[in-house]
């Protein structure tokens, strides 16, 4: 993938999922409205689309952040509302303590984390992520640094969370090693991130940076296998595994709405985001999954 696309192929290729995922069970309408779409997009007939239409560049996690953070936390999110019902259900689970909130963003695990009693510190890479989660989590500690260099000593927190950022990652292995190193044997880490299915079929973490302009930060996709490969060399056994669905909530950004039948249909079924709780053993140990 080069460094931009435009939304027009985005658009089509939605168009084109939703006609192979159901050209045999949809009523004829509903195929020869795809098909309509899709001629009309490709001749520049369609719907007025966001920016016209425009290339839309990539920015690098740090530029990314700091121009989303200023409405991140007002933009309608369907992985968000999946998640986070999977993963405050772990984080009632085990006993309070001492949590990290890795790559915690906004603070919007580090505000659920300190409001169920845990002492919690929020580490971001981003300082205008660590502002905005100063602002709606004030009572955790803050620390600047990345997930593959956690700021925090050896066996020093209780649980672990990470919250939709691995994605950005090229490979797991470094960033779940440092989770695992900070977390105390026996203590838990709770990892969701982007599911590998949406990522390899829509790709890329889209967002409207300003004036309508849409920009993206670059997601990669790690299988189920790799995050079982990076668990097990870093000493972790697996709990449970989680995968919930697309909830029928669109992409903000104009680009879904103008294609909403299409794009319901595309991603209807579709797990949007993957949930993992792993536990730090005192010895080696091998993974044991449950479903979810």
Not at 112 to 133: C, F, H, K, N, W
Not at 250 to 277: H, M
């Amino acid at each position: 993938m080069g460094s931009e696309f435009r939304v027009r192929e985005l658009v089509l290729g939605i168009e084109g999922l939703a006609l192979l995922r159901h050209a045999m069970d949809a009523d004829e309408k509903f195929l020869e409205e795809r098909v309509a779409e899709i001629l009309a997009f490709a001749s520049g007939r369609g719907a007025p689309l966001p920016d016209g239409g425009a290339a839309v560049s990539e920015l690098d996690a740090a530029a990314g952040y700091a121009a989303w953070s200023t409405v991140y936390d007002s933009l309608p999110s369907a992985s968000i509302e999946v998640e986070e019902p999977v993963v405050h259900e772990l984080l009632d689970r085990g006993p309070v303590g001492t949590a990290l909130d890795a790559a915690c963003g906004t603070g919007r695990q580090t505000a659920a984390l300190t409001a169920r009693g845990y002492r919690t510190i929020g580490v971001d890479q981003s300082p205008e992520m660590l502002t905005r989660a100063r602002h709606n989590a004030p009572d955790a500690e803050y620390r600047h640094g990345r997930l593959e260099e956690l700021p925090l000593d050896d066996d020093s927190v209780d649980l672990a969370v990470c919250s939709l950022a691995m994605t950005h990652l090229p490979d797991l292995t470094t960033a779940v090693s440092e989770l695992a190193r900070v977390v105390r044997p026996g203590g838990r880490i709770v990892l969701s991130d982007m599911h590998p299915f949406v990522i390899s079929l829509q790709g890329q973490c889209l967002f409207v940076k300003g004036a309508g302009q849409l920009a993206f930060v670059r997601n990669h996709v790690h299988l189920p296998s790799s995050y079982l490969a990076a668990f097990t060399k870093a000493g972790l056994s697996v709990r449970s595994c989680h995968e919930p669905v697309f909830n029928g909530r669109l992409a903000p950004g104009g680009y879904e709405e103008s294609i909403a039948d299409a794009a319901r249909a595309a991603w209807e079924g579709i797990p949007l985001v993957i949930v993992w709780e792993a536990v730090k053993s005192r010895q080696g140990a091998t993974s044991e999954v449950s479903g979810a």
